[in-house]
């Protein structure tokens, strides 16, 4: 991530047109789709905890055998000094008397930030030179990047599945 006060951002979504994957659950346990999803992050994304924030976590226990929750994790996948992968990844479910739904939802960005903050960042021929620089030699790192964040997307999917096979054969 650049830290300045002034940037140029550029989004490109990792699966064109946008598009947000879901992956549904019904069955035994769903609430423990959250501890599974947070041992799955760091070692999927290669990245480490503190690159993971949970910005928002409900967790309602009405009665003993009702559970209701809902957790909203951002995940930043540095990639360089200008470009990284942020991943929304949302869990939302309820559980009573040990079945029940849940939803897992994942939407990611390729984001790239270019500083803006000196009058010579500002200037015409710096923009002329970083724009040039981009065409010829960036965005195509900028492609391989977006094809570094399918693969990772499409791996965590393929746990959370077979996790959730898992939790289906197994009841517990």
Request: charged share 25%; no cysteine.
């Amino acid at each position: 991530m650049v830290w300045a006060r002034t940037k140029l951002i550029i989004y490109d979504d990792i699966f064109e047109p946008h598009e947000e994957i879901f992956i549904n659950y019904s069955g035994p346990h769903p609430e423990k789709l959250y501890p599974r999803i947070q041992e799955l992050i760091p070692p999927i994304f290669n990245i480490p905890p503190s690159h993971i924030q949970e910005i928002s976590f409900t967790w309602e226990m009405p009665s003993e055998t009702h559970i209701k929750f809902n957790v909203w994790w951002r995940i930043i996948k540095q990639m360089d000094v200008h470009s990284h992968i942020r991943v929304d990844l949302k869990l939302k479910g309820f559980s009573k008397n040990g079945r029940g739904p849940a939803t897992i939802s994942i939407d990611a960005s390729l984001i790239t930030e270019y500083p803006q903050d000196t009058l010579i960042q500002q200037s015409i021929f710096y923009e002329m030179g970083r724009r040039f620089w981009h065409a010829l030699f960036y965005h195509k790192k900028r492609m391989e990047y977006i094809q570094i964040g399918k693969r990772i997307i499409r791996k965590f999917e393929e746990e959370i599945k077979k996790y959730l096979e898992e939790l289906s054969a197994n009841g517990s």
